[in-house]
């Protein structure tokens, strides 16, 4: 019904910069929250950064000051600019979205596949 596609996920320097990239696509009649969640191995996924529909943000304390959640409603794209990248920030990223298919309808929940962040230091 819905898919996200994440794209931006790579290989980077500690200090260094990545922004990553979700679109949704499919039966869309309107998304409300999305947001960024991160996994490193052996641990919990976590949530990272927050969207409402409204353009509100929260973040994770340990990526306040360094990473930015935005979105185009537009483009049905949700963005993760992180900058002053640390070992620690390593991990599989995940985009997640609530999506409204029908009007009237209740929202349903959607994942990326996951995208690789490595940050060597």
């Known amino acids: 019904q819905v898919q996200l596609v994440e794209s931006g996920g790579g290989l980077v320097q500690t200090g260094g910069s990545l922004r990553l990239s979700c679109v949704a696509s499919?039966?869309?009649?309107?998304?409300?929250?999305m947001r960024w969640y991160s996994q490193a191995p052996g641990k919990q996924r976590e949530v990272v950064a927050h969207?409402?529909?409204?353009?509100?943000?929260n973040y994770a304390d340990s990526v306040k000051g360094r990473f930015t959640i935005s979105r185009d409603n537009a483009k049905n794209t949700v963005y993760l600019q992180m900058n002053s990248l640390k070992p620690e920030d390593t991990g599989v990223y995940y985009c997640?979205?609530?999506?409204?298919?029908?009007?009237?309808?209740?929202?349903?929940?959607?994942w990326g596949e996951g995208t690789l962040v490595t940050v060597s230091s």
């Open positions: 499919g039966r869309i009649f309107r998304i409300n929250a």
């Open positions: 997640y979205a609530d999506v409204t298919s029908l009007p009237g309808q209740w929202a349903s929940e959607y």
């Open positions: 969207i409402s529909s409204a353009g509100n943000t």
